[in-house]
């Protein structure tokens, strides 16, 4: 973090002290003013003043609260992210009960199947399962392998018609 020259505050009818608070306040608010004023009983016009009048302390504040706002926001997500699961499942359980009156079922199979797919994805990417599975192997395993199952299950290989010619 870059050192910053701190304004000094000057004020009138406010503490320092209230100055560095509600600077903090809307720093942990995203910077908005209304939300802070309400926490804090003062005026958001008088934050903003501050916030205009003091940029060097007001970055400095907000630096420092980042972790919490950002901690704040994952609660946030998660919190969404239920309601619109459980959101999801109101929505699928009405569209397989109107399933038969429905113009276009295969569209409806269509959008069902993509959020199926999607919710997997996430509940293997959040429990930390992979979401792809790449396997490397060289030609000679390749070949091994698929001559152990032509061996194993008795399978035949088409004939292939074609001359070979060496390069060279």
Known sequence: MET??????KTRVHTTEQVLEGLATVASCGGRFKPAA????????????????YPNRYRQIAERVAT???????????????????????????????????????????????VKGINIDKVLALTGRPIQHI????????????????????ATAPAIDGTATEVG
């Open 68 to 114: 919490e706002v950002e901690a704040d926001i994952i609660v946030k997500c998660r919190e969404a992210a239920i309601q619109v699961s459980d959101a999801e499942i109101v929505a699928i359980e009405e569209t397989v009960k109107r399933l038969p009156e429905l113009k276009d079922p295969s569209q409806v199979l269509k959008n069902l199947s993509t």
């Open 38 to 53: 309400d926490r804090l009983g003062i005026a958001d016009t008088t934050l903003s003043r501050w916030r205009d009048k």
């Open 4 to 9: 910053l020259e701190l304004e000094p505050i």
């Open 135 to 154: 396997q490397h192997h060289s030609a000679d395993e390749l070949i091994r392998t698929l001559g152990q199952h032509i061996r194993k299950t008795g």
